[in-house]
Each structure stands twice: as C-alpha cells, then as structure tokens.
C-alpha cells in the first residue's frame, strides 16, 4: 500500500517510494565500490529490515550473501536497559568474511551497537553497519556506522518495514505517524 491508502494516519510523507528506491540505489553502489574484488556477506535484522535488504540486495550488480538474525530489543523491558537477546542466530560462520549488517534505522543504537561487537568478537575480516535511518537526537550509545541514508528528527515512523503494532510494514513510503493513532 502507499501513503493514500493510510493518509489519515500519517502527518505527513517523509519519503516516498522513489527517493526510498534512488537512496538504497545509492548505499548499494558505495557498498560495491568498497568491497570491490572482495567476498560480501550482508546481514538484515528482522523483521523491519526485509524491505531494505531485498531492495538492497537486487541494487547490486555483483554477488553477494544474504544472512539474517532477529533478536529482542531490550530483554528486559525498557530500552535503557541495552538488553539484547538473540532469538534467531546467523547459519553462516562469518570468520575471516567481510560483514555488512544491514538495518532500516538505528533508533537509540543500542541494538546495533551490542550487534556489532557480538559478531565482530566471532572473527570476521570486517564489520560495518548500513542503516536507511538514523535519529540522532535519541542515540544513547556511540556507534560508529558507515553507511546511514538519512538523519532523521526523533519522530515516530512507519513504512518500508516499519511498524508501529505490526503495522504499516509494507507501507511503500516512510511517513511520520499522526499521534491521534499511538495516543
Ligand atoms: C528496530 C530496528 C533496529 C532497532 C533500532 O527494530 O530494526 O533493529 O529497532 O533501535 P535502537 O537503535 O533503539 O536499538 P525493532 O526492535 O523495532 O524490531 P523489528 O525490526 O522487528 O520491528
């Protein structure tokens, strides 16, 4: 579905199907020139990620593996808590392999943080991280991530696997959703 059949929910469109399309275009060709001649492993964190993966995945001109992990934000309640739980773990043994895990925002990175060091303590040859959104006004964890597609202000959105209660995932925009729904 796309930002009309869901117009009363959202504020407004952040980004639209084509500008998602053109920036997932863009970190794939960055991606491809960094790891040019070399072996690639890219890594999606489900759920919200499956969009991004699969577009980014199908933007490279080249091979590359698709591996996936899910894992429970804040095991124990609150987000504060850092809190990471694997729930599903990778079927590749990543050493000696150039990672790229894919995400389709970092919120406050804690997630991505604890992921990071959790897969670069397993011997990979490098680890970095691809993210279409950043908030920067709710990082709490320092995180050092090589490829964001955009900044974001530290509002609620939705679409292009992003939910808010299981829903909106397969909104083919990203829009900011209107508070009268989460209220
Ligand atoms: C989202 C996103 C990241 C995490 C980022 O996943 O995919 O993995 O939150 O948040 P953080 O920077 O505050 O740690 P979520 O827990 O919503 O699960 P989902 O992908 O299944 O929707």
């Not at 759920?47 to 591996?67: F, K, P, S, W």
């Not at 790229?100 to 490098?126: M, Y």
Request: glycine fraction near 8%; charged fraction near 25%.
């Amino acid at each position: 579905m796309d930002a009309a059949h869901v117009d009363d929910d959202l504020v407004n469109v952040l980004f639209t199907e084509a500008q998602i399309h053109e920036k997932v275009g863009e970190l794939a060709a960055r991606i491809e020139a960094d790891y040019e001649g070399q072996d690639l492993l890219i890594v999606g964190i489900l759920r919200g990620a499956v969009m991004v993966m699969a577009d980014m995945a199908r933007a490279l001109t080249r091979h590359v593996e698709m591996d996936w992990m899910a894992v429970s934000s804040y095991g124990s309640g609150t987000k504060s808590s850092g809190v990471v739980r694997i729930l599903k773990d990778l079927d590749t043994d990543i050493s000696g392999r150039h990672v790229v895990i894919v995400d389709e925002i970092i919120d406050t990175g804690l997630t991505l943080s604890w992921l990071t060091s959790n897969l670069s303590s397993r011997n990979p040859a490098s680890v970095e991280i691809c993210t279409l959104l950043r908030k920067p006004e709710a990082q709490q964890m320092p995180i050092d991530v090589k490829y964001v597609g955009w900044d974001i202000p530290n509002e609620f959105v939705v679409g292009y696997g992003l939910d808010y209660r299981e829903r909106y995932r397969n909104l083919r925009d990203i829009g900011t959703l209107a508070p009268h729904v989460y209220s």
